[in-house]
């Protein structure tokens, strides 16, 4: 089992920044693939970011393409979300999911957080 932890979430203003935090434990070796999610009410999940533990390789939806990033550290089995230029639209509950594939589509991960509110304010 792997064990998710986000955390980071908060209230801001519209242009500002935040930086989630994802902490992994269990069987991580499981996990090849970490990626971002996030729900706003009444809509579906939505992908935000992913990238492969071991080579880094990252990947965004258009949405928060240039205005996100991801990236990991391997040896604190945490992977971050630097959120920037935040938009009313970005309000949502942001979780965190591993896959052992390379995917864009929630029900392809195994392993999710418990989710972390991001609440941006017009």
């Known amino acids: 089992q792997v064990q998710l932890v986000e955390s980071g979430g908060g209230l801001v203003q519209a242009g500002g920044s935040l930086r989630l935090s994802c902490a992994a434990s269990?069987?991580?070796?499981?996990?090849?693939?970490m990626g971002w999610f996030r729900q706003a009410p009444g809509k579906e999940r939505e992908f935000v970011s992913g990238?492969?533990?071991?080579?880094?390789?990252?990947y965004y939806a258009d949405s928060v393409k240039g205005r996100f990033t991801i990236s990991r550290d391997n040896a604190k089995n945490t992977v971050y979300l630097q959120m920037n230029s935040l938009k009313p639209e970005d309000t949502a509950v942001y979780y965190c999911?591993?896959?052992?594939?390379?995917?864009?589509?929630?029900?392809?991960?195994?392993?999710w957080g418990q989710g972390t509110q991001v609440t941006v304010s017009s």
């Open positions: 999911a591993g896959t052992a594939y390379g995917s864009k589509w929630p029900y392809e991960y195994d392993y």
């Open positions: 269990g069987r991580t070796f499981s996990t090849y693939v």
């Open positions: 990238i492969w533990w071991a080579s880094g390789h990252t």
